[in-house]
């Protein structure tokens, strides 16, 4: 049997473990960098490791690659974890900014893409657990 693009997953498609690698430590250089940023930097740990690494996990998990996250911690359950934090619409689009920006640098544009920057968007929004 041939494998079409259509056979691959978003992970497979958008380049697979590397792709994911890069884009999530673009996505936390930015959120340490821009001033813009600082709204969502400031909820965070001082040290970004252990984000960038969960959120690589996740994003391998949720774009259809192993399973990391889920093996580890079990069920996502991410809005739930996000709860301790207030997240209304600056800290949304403070997030946004960083992983819009990182995609754009890190992946080739492609359909793939296209339809991952509409998943993120999506789920982002999803995340908001305060007014405002
Ligand atoms: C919308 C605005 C968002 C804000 C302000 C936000 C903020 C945070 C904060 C403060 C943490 C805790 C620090 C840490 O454990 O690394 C965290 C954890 C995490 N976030 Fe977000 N986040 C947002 C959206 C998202 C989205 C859209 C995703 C997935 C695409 C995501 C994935 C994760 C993951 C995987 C963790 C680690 C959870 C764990 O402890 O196991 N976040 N986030």
């Not at 940023?37 to 740990?45: C, G, N, S, T």
Request: proline residues 7%.
């Amino acid at each position: 049997m041939t494998t079409t693009p259509s056979d691959l997953t978003p992970y497979a498609e958008l380049g697979g473990e590397p792709a994911i690698r890069d884009l999530v430590n673009r996505f936390y250089d930015l959120m340490d960098e821009l001033p813009e940023a600082y709204v969502v930097r400031k909820l965070h740990p001082e040290s970004l490791a252990g984000s960038r690494q969960k959120l690589f996990e996740y994003l391998c998990g949720w774009l259809g690659g192993p399973q990391h996250y889920v093996e580890k911690y079990g069920h996502p359950r991410m809005r739930a974890r996000h709860m301790p934090f207030a997240i209304g619409e600056a800290e949304r689009d403070a997030w946004l900014l960083c992983m819009l920006q990182a995609l754009e640098e890190i992946l080739p544009a492609s359909a793939a893409r296209e339809a991952f920057r509409e998943r993120l968007v999506g789920l982002a929004d999803f995340m908001r657990n305060r007014d405002g």
